[in-house]
């Protein structure tokens, strides 16, 4: 796989890899957790989760700015792991909320959230930046061997953005099914077993007791007895023991992502010499340039540079649209689809998963027409995604209609047992995000590839920044899918995301002839 491919790919990969692990043991269970350790309702704990999501992408600029200035780009990465420690570190202590606390412990947790999205926004760009600058190298190197070198070399761009794409979602893959795992054992200890349903009731109960909706009290009663629990005349002290036990498992489980980002931390240290120093002109670089040729170029900078705004201001729809997996989608595995015997937070593996599989597939897909003369660009790769992602929610939508879902605020409301008869099978899940990772592989790893393409040397932590920049403009407006999936019928929350997806295609396909122009790409 990193055969032809510029050393230290490899390293950089897993060092992602790993990182990327014990973040997304966290990004499986926020909204949920959130809503179950303080009782948070979903829109709130929404706002919190796309602020933060938003941070993480806002803060790679500033992550991009300090590397760029300081020229030391390894030592900015390595800062971001350590502080991105401290956070994970934060969030791992398990106490139990209560009304006496929740006023010192949410900020504390925000704080955490904080910490967490500052080391991302200090490690992640930074690091795409520097296998941006090994492909620069590359190609120079290939340059100096003729035009015929070059133009392989070139080509391997793409596809080693899609390699290091891969090892991000194997850690994507793993990470999912941590928190649910520890949960349920902790759970067991206790003897008592998990139900997804169950905490937002007691903290209803343990919020208004005896005033308590009838329809309410009638399902934690039902819910109660299920997970091993004896119902009595007060039930504040098992409401408050279930919480307590079902949290504190996932406290446990962020224990794993401080490891993960130690043993990413070492294997970037171990490996710091073979790493490139992006944006560093050696004294070979350093030309006399005439008024013209100083004009030429910074024609050509500015023309690239409206290429990859044009393109980012695109990509931010896509985020916006793709990133309900951790948000209204999330909802929807967890109340309207059969997960007895699958926590809600493990569907989120099925997408790294598909990642893994898929890749090879798109990647003997886009090879096949580079070997004919054929290459498919960048930008047009964007668009063909963007169509994609516009399939899984016109997919999500014709089903909704189908099965006649109210909103989830309706679906909540009805009993268990009727919800039972209703609830969509996995493979439902299963469809959706085959179709959103297809989208993924046509968007992501070749966006990255686009800006490490256009992006000036001297700036490339920051245009980096800016792609994830971009991102999170996108994921300020999660929030979006939470509060339509519970106020409307749910198929129609579905349909604005396939109008957003299909727009955005079109826009795109109405630029490609223009960016193919501009950026030869």
């Given at each position: 796989m990193f055969k032809n491919h510029p050393k230290g790919l490899l390293a950089a990969a897993i060092s992602n890899m790993g990182e990327r692990f014990g973040y997304y043991i966290m990004n499986a269970v926020l909204v949920l957790f959130l809503c179950s350790k303080f009782g948070l309702s979903d829109e709130t704990s929404s706002i919190i989760y796309s602020v933060f999501y938003c941070g993480i992408y806002v803060l790679s600029l500033v992550?991009?700015?300090?590397?760029?200035?300081?020229?030391?780009?390894?030592?900015?990465?390595?800062?971001?792991?350590?502080?991105?420690?401290?956070?994970?570190?934060?969030?791992?202590?398990p106490v139990l909320s209560t009304e006496s606390?929740?006023?010192?412990?949410?900020?504390?947790?925000?704080?955490?959230?904080?910490?967490?999205?500052?080391?991302?926004?200090?490690?992640?760009?930074?690091?795409?930046?520097?296998?941006?600058?090994?492909?620069?190298?590359?190609e120079k190197e290939a340059a100096e061997k003729g035009p015929e070198a070059l133009k392989i070399a070139r080509s391997r761009r793409d596809s080693g953005f899609q390699i290091f794409y891969v090892f991000i979602n194997v850690g994507g893959l793993i990470a999912p099914f941590i928190a649910p795992l520890l949960r349920e054992w902790w759970l067991k200890v206790h003897n008592l077993a998990y139900n997804a349903d169950l905490p937002a009731l007691c903290h209803q109960y343990l919020q208004e007791g005896a005033g308590m909706a009838a329809d309410s009290f009638n399902n934690m009663s039902e819910l109660v007895v299920k997970v091993g629990g004896t119902m009595s005349a007060d039930?504040?002290?098992?409401?408050?023991?279930?919480?307590?036990v079902f949290n504190t498992g996932i406290h446990y489980s962020f224990i794993a992502s401080v490891l993960a980002m130690l043993i990413s931390l070492f294997i970037f240290i171990i490996n710091r010499n073979i790493f490139p120093t992006p944006g560093k002109k050696t004294a070979k670089e350093v030309v006399d340039y005439t008024p013209e040729e100083?004009?030429?170029?910074?024609?050509?900078?500015?023309?690239?540079?409206?290429?990859?705004?044009?393109?980012?201001?695109?990509v931010i729809f896509f985020w916006f649209s793709f990133h309900q997996n951790g948000q209204s989608l999330s909802l929807f595995a967890r109340d309207f689809v059969v997960t007895e015997s699958i926590a809600p937070e493990i569907w989120q593996a099925v997408n790294p998963f598909f990642v893994i599989v898929l890749t090879p597939i798109i990647m003997w897909f886009f090879g096949l027409f580079t070997r004919r003369g054929k290459e498919i660009s960048t930008p047009r790769k964007i668009a063909i995604g963007m169509a994609v992602a516009g399939i899984a929610y016109l997919f999500l939508t014709v089903y909704s209609i189908a099965m006649d879902y109210p909103s989830g605020t309706e679906f909540k409301a009805m009993a268990d047992s009727a919800k039972a008869g209703i609830k969509a099978g996995p493979w439902v899940l299963i469809v959706v995000y085959f179709f959103l990772t297809v989208a993924e592989l046509f968007i992501s790893p070749l966006g990255l590839s686009f800006v490490s393409k256009v992006a000036p040397k001297n700036v490339q932590g920051l245009c980096q920044g800016l792609w994830l920049g971009a991102t999170a403009v996108g994921n300020i407006f999660l929030w979006v899918g939470p509060l339509m999936y519970n106020?409307?019928?749910?198929?129609e929350c579905w349909t604005v995301f396939f109008v957003v997806c299909l727009i955005s295609m079109g826009v795109m396909l109405g630029m490609v002839k223009w960016l193919e122009r501009v950026v030869n790409c």
């Open positions: 992550g991009g700015i300090i590397a760029d200035k300081t020229q030391n780009y390894k030592a900015t990465i390595m800062s971001g792991l350590i502080v991105m420690s401290l956070g994970y570190v934060i969030l791992s202590v606390n929740i006023g010192w412990l949410l900020p504390l947790t925000c704080l955490a959230l904080f910490l967490i999205a500052f080391g991302n926004g200090l490690f992640k760009g930074n690091l795409q930046a520097i296998v941006g600058q090994m492909y620069d190298n590359f039930m504040a002290p098992f409401c408050t023991q279930y919480l307590d100083k004009a030429a170029m910074a024609k050509e900078i500015k023309q690239r540079m409206y290429a990859l705004f044009a393109v980012l201001a695109i106020k409307l019928p749910i198929w």
